[in-house]
Structures are given as C-alpha cells and as structure tokens.
C-alpha cells in the first residue's frame, strides 16, 4: 500500500535561518506531488507542485523554493525565514493513471519561526 | 477553471443534529468533487468522494454528499452528530480524469455542542 511521511512534525527556527522540510512516498511511482500552507485561519494555499523529477511549478512568489532530486522525494527550502513563513505545512501525492484522482496528504509539519 | 465556494467558515450544530456543511462549485468541464476532514494538527483525510458514478456518495464516518448537477452543489450531511466529527472539511473540484489538481474550498469549522 502507499504511505506518505512527512518530518519533522514541529519546527521552531529564528527569523533569517534556514529551511529543509522533506516528503517521501512509498509504494508508487511517478506521483504527483504537492506543498500546501495553512496560515492560521487563512485555509489552504498551494505553494509548489511537481509532475516528475526536476520539474516544479511554482504557485506563488515566495521565500521558499522546492526540488524533486528523487520520483517520490519533495523538498522543501529556504534560504533566510522570515516570520510570516510560520504555519502548518502540508505535502500531498496524487496518482497519475486514469483511476486515480484525489490527494492523500501527509500529517503536516508545524512551522513556528519565532 | 474551476472553484469551490463553501458557505459558512463556521458551523455548530448540537451533538445528535443533523449536519449539512454546504459547497457549491463552477466548473467548465465536468467536475470530481472531494470532501475532505482535518482534525487539528493534522493532515487532510478523505471523507468521500464522487467520480460520475452513482450522484448519492457514501464516506466515512457516516457522512454522505448529493451531487446535484441542476444547483451546482455537493453538500455534506450527517444525520447524527457526534463530538469527534468536530473539525475543519474542505470541499474541493478537479477535472474528470486522473491526475488532475485539485481546487480546495476556503474550508467550514464544525463545532459539535452538547
């Protein structure tokens, strides 16, 4: 069966340090795979996506950045966090054949950047 | 394009009400349609979804959407609340097809009172 997992769970880093979040996906391949944000009480924004190694769309500019180096490895980065990075970050993988549609997510890490 | 609108951020009901969380889509092609549960500090975990087939889904947790093609709406219900259905659902669209990106509603907050 397929799994996602998803670390760290918490995070607290100081403005201006540096990011490294990581997803990985068992038992498939050539997943689709998706980074969400959740603000508090803002819902869902996604952030980055990716339909295969190296390629990766970007929804909105930002201080973060993404790579896929692995078919079921995401990552995701930043160079300096500022404080209006903190927030409940989310990956997802999606199927890519014809029956497959929805997401299944991760358990989410809970960025604080104090 | 497509586009969820989910009425209500905030629902409460009494424990033992029936639930309805509302959402309505736009979709210039013909939709999938999800709804999705997340409980705190947690990852979105998939209530139901409809894919063309029968129009009355069934998921889990005894919650069940109508897709009603004529209202644009996929509304979930419960007959019965129960204190652990408090959490936040998000209703999202997607193209038919697979491996198609979802479009997540803004999300409805249930809040279950005793």
């Known amino acids: 069966s397929q799994t996602i997992h998803q670390w760290p769970a918490t995070l607290v880093q100081p403005v201006g340090s540096p990011l490294s979040l990581e997803c990985t996906v068992e038992?498939?391949?050539?997943?689709?795979l998706y980074w969400y944000r959740q603000a508090a009480g803002r819902g869902l924004q996604l952030l980055f996506y990716?339909?295969?190694?190296?390629?990766i769309s970007s929804e909105v500019p930002q201080n973060l950045s993404a790579s896929r180096p692995q078919d079921r490895q995401f990552i995701l980065s930043s160079k300096k966090l500022l404080l209006s990075d903190s927030g409940f970050y989310l990956c997802?993988?999606?199927?890519?054949?014809?029956?497959?549609?929805?997401?299944?997510f991760g358990s989410g890490t809970r960025l604080t950047v104090v | 394009a497509q586009s969820v609108t989910q009425l209500g951020s905030h629902v409460s009901v009494s424990e033992g009400a029936l639930v309805l969380l509302r959402c309505n889509y736009s979709?210039?092609?013909?939709?999938?349609l999800f709804w999705y549960v997340q409980y705190p500090n947690q990852g979105l975990q998939l209530l139901l979804k409809?894919?063309?087939?029968?129009?009355l889904v069934k998921g889990i947790n005894g919650f069940e959407a109508e897709f009603k093609k004529s209202e644009t709406s996929f509304h979930l219900t419960k007959p019965s609340a129960h204190m652990s259905d408090a959490a936040e659902y998000f209703c999202?669209?997607?193209?038919?097809?697979?491996?198609?990106?979802?479009?997540f509603g803004t999300g409805t907050q249930l809040k279950v009172e005793l």
């Open positions: 999202a669209v997607s193209p038919t097809g697979g491996g198609n990106k979802l479009t």
């Open positions: 990716s339909v295969g190694i190296g390629q």
């Open positions: 038992g498939t391949s050539n997943p689709n």
């Open positions: 979709s210039s092609v013909p939709p999938y």
């Open positions: 997802a993988w999606q199927g890519r054949g014809v029956i497959n549609y929805g997401y299944t």
């Open positions: 409809y894919t063309s087939a029968a129009t």
